[in-house]
């Protein structure tokens, strides 16, 4: 397997723009995760899905953050109007099972809102 | 509610000493306990888990952790430290009902 892959690698946008951030978790994991990380407030987890339905979206940080998992293979993480502040890097994350079992990360977007 | 303290943001460390990165975390219930390193510009990697049994977990590269539960820690530890090894480390934490929650993390520098 390739691991959980994550497009695009880097995104430069203007404030206003929307953003749209895409995951491909590993064949066969139930859970998918969302996760930003700055250097102030650390790895937070935004949301994640268990077989596709959203499970707990608490850490989404306001209404311009939606994630969306149609299928078992696909994910996306939307942001619209996106804004400086919003700038971070954005990892995917799949596994097995959602406390005991190992995440294996996607090698994250850099997001950057000029 | 879970929570993880990495009480060094940096770590600095001769090649070849030994090296030790400390964690401390609260849970309710019983805690399931992980290491993951994370290099430059690449996303976090699985080091060791510690779920039960031994106290004593081995993992990936050399790394081991020491679950102590009187002191409601899991240092991470490597008797031989290599440049290779500076990265960003984090440690995290379940009680099986909730999602993993992370530390800050840890930047572990090896000096040559």
């Known amino acids: 397997d390739a691991g959980v892959i994550q497009s695009p690698r880097h995104e430069v946008t203007e404030m206003g723009q929307e953003v749209t951030l895409r995951c491909k978790p590993i064949?066969?994991?139930?859970?998918l995760f969302w996760y930003r990380q700055t250097m102030m407030r650390g790895l937070e987890l935004l949301i994640y899905f268990n077989n596709n339905v959203p499970i707990d979206d608490s850490g989404m940080p306001e209404d311009r953050f939606s994630a969306k998992m149609p299928n078992a293979s696909f994910s996306t993480l939307k942001i619209q109007p996106s804004e400086p502040r919003d700038s971070a890097v954005y990892f995917c994350?799949?596994?097995?099972?959602?406390?005991?079992?190992?995440?294996?990360f996607g090698p994250g977007t850099r997001l950057l809102v000029l | 509610a879970q929570s993880v303290a990495q009480p060094e943001d940096q770590v600095n460390v001769a090649e070849g000493n030994p090296l030790t990165v400390k964690c401390t975390y609260s849970v309710s219930g019983n805690p399931y306990l992980f290491w993951y390193v994370q290099y430059p510009n690449r996303g976090l990697q699985f080091l060791l888990k510690y779920i039960t049994g031994d106290n004593l977990v081995k993992g990936s590269y050399g790394f081991e952790a020491e679950f102590n539960k009187s002191q409601t820690s899991f240092h991470l530890k490597k008797p031989s430290a290599l440049v290779s090894d500076s990265a960003l480390y984090f440690c995290a934490v379940s009680n099986g009902n909730t999602p993993l929650v992370f530390g800050k993390g840890t930047r572990l520098s090896v000096i040559a």
């Open positions: 064949s066969g994991h139930d859970y």
């Open positions: 994350a799949s596994s097995p099972g959602y406390s005991i079992e190992t995440q294996y």
